[in-house]
């Protein structure tokens, strides 16, 4: 699914809509598409089609928990967005 797509309706502000509102809605959408997300990743630990390493495996959970971390943050307190993706395999 292209980016774009994933993303075109969730910004729009809707009359009438509170903040609390759009958070849940905007909130739904986004965690449902994350869970997707990562069962896809889950996919990959199928030995039968796919070949990896250890380290590759330790790279991945190491990216995931460290923006789960930083995204926590965000809710915790007034946390400084980190915008910066660091990952590669």
């Known amino acids: 699914m292209d980016a774009r797509k994933a993303h075109e ?6 009359p009438g809509e509170s903040a609390r509102e759009r958070f849940r809605r905007l909130a739904q ?6 869970i997707k ?11 039968n089609n796919y070949d990896y390493t ?5 790279k991945i959970f190491r990216a995931l928990e ?7 943050t ?3 307190s007034r946390g400084k967005d980190d915008d ?4 590669s395999l």
């Open 9 to 14: 309706d969730e910004g729009d502000e809707r």
């Open 66 to 72: 460290k923006e789960l971390k930083l995204t926590r």
């Open 29 to 34: 959408k986004r965690v449902v598409r994350t």
């Open 74 to 76: 965000k809710f915790d």
């Open 37 to 47: 997300d990562l069962r896809l990743i889950g996919n990959l630990g199928n030995r």
């Open 84 to 87: 910066g993706i660091d990952f």
């Open 54 to 58: 250890a380290d590759e495996v330790e």
